[in-house]
């Protein structure tokens, strides 16, 4: 038997290139995907998954910040980079060195972009059609941006594009009247439209409307086979890549009355044995989780009992177990029939499975597999 690890995500990269191949059966004919990798790939590490999507199809990649864009190239990562987020005057140099593209919103940053490199930065105007953050919401601001880049020898004019703000609410009626905004805006561009990148999608959008694909979707936690709207991403074809792996350290008899872990938030009411596994807030398995959530130890969901600690938390096991010292615990994943999905870890630590997954610390080695 190999030796258990303390605390290990293991990603399996076959899974995000087929969920990229998934995605890019659902897009328009022309519509290419873009792979987020922001944020470390949502936890899952950024070059891996970004060569990952690449094999899957996708054409473009994209982060939030100047510094991840310079990390994917000199990890070797060659194609199209679009850095999303906003940027200082260093950060812009940063981007611009790393042959990224860059977005902007008004003019005076369009003017600062610096240039006299290779190649003139590539900008994408961004239109804010109703997600209140980056981006313009003046119609004729976004339309004198495109016509300055447009005659600016400095610059290129790449795209033109917008992000929904309630793609993963269904039903709700602001994404439809975000997507129509931005489809007259388009509408206005005549010719022009033909030599730019038009994107609007995250990857609920993506699934939600094939109206909004225009010439390229930006899919993040899809690609990582989570699932946009918090539910079961089985069903929506998509396959998680990241399970979260730790070991029983320690099997302990308790007699009714004694507790386990700080506060003594939880008490044995019978006898029973509680197991210890090495994993805690320290590595992003958040304190909200005391008393609240499951383990996978010998195929059997086991109740978390007791605080959540920096580097531990324990679980029940019942009056007779066989679970021993050095056994396997699943946090996230399968194990014999039994599954957690990072959806339902998500929804008991009150947040979405983006940030479970952001949150796993760099304490947890990240293992990647095919
Ligand atoms: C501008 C922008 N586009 C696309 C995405 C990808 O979103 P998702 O992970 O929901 O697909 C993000 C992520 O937050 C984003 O900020």
């Known amino acids: 038997m190999t030796s258990p690890e303390r605390a290990v995500a293991r990603v399996r990269l076959d899974a995000i290139r087929r969920n990229c191949e998934h995605l890019r059966l659902l897009l328009g004919d022309d519509a290419q995907l873009c792979a987020v990798v922001k944020a470390d790939g949502y936890g899952h590490g950024a070059p891996e998954s ?36 906003a940027l200082t005057a260093a950060d812009t140099r940063t981007a611009v060195d790393a042959e990224a593209d860059v977005v902007v919103w008004d003019a005076r ?44 020898p400095g610059v290129e004019l790449a795209g033109l594009m917008t992000h929904f703000a ?38 609920a959008a993506t699934f939600r409307d094939r109206a909004c694909h225009f010439d390229m979707v930006r899919c993040g936690v899809a690609i990582y086979g989570l699932d946009p709207f918090q539910e079961d991403p089985g069903p929506r074809g998509l396959d998680p890549a990241l399970g979260l792996v730790s070991y029983v ?61 920096m580097d531990n938390l324990t679980v029940d096991l019942g009056p007779d177990t066989d679970v021993q010292a050095g056994d396997l615990a699943v946090l996230i994943g399968v194990q014999g029939e039994e599954r957690i999905l990072c959806e339902e870890v998500a929804a008991r630590m009150d947040t979405i499975n983006y940030e479970v997954t952001c949150g796993l610390s760099a304490r947890v080695t990240r293992r990647h597999e095919r």
């Open 109 to 152: 940053f369009l003017d600062s972009i610096p240039t006299g490199g290779a190649h003139p930065p590539r900008v994408h105007v961004k239109l804010d059609t109703g997600m209140g953050r980056l981006g313009t919401k003046d119609p004729g601001e976004a339309r004198a941006l495109i016509e300055r880049a447009d005659s600016d």
């Open 249 to 309: 350290a320690a099997v302990k008899r308790f007699e009714p009355g004694e507790s386990a872990g700080y506060g003594r938030r939880w008490t044995a009411s019978e006898p029973t044995f509680v197991a210890t596994i090495p994993i805690g807030y320290g590595d992003g398995w958040r304190r909200a989780l005391t008393n609240d959530c499951d383990v996978l130890v010998r195929g059997r969901r086991r109740a978390l009992v007791g605080t959540v600690s």
């Open 166 to 203: 309630t793609a993963d609410v269904l039903g709700d009626l602001h994404f439809p009247a975000q997507l129509e905004r931005f489809r007259a805006f388009v509408a206005e561009l005549g010719d022009r439209r033909e030599d730019i990148f038009v994107h609007a999608a995250n990857s």
């Open 50 to 85: 970004a060569r990952a999507a690449q094999e899957g199809g996708a054409t473009w990649l994209a982060v939030a910040t100047a510094d991840e864009a310079a990390e994917l190239r000199r990890e070797g990562l060659d194609g199209r980079v679009l850095v999303m987020g």
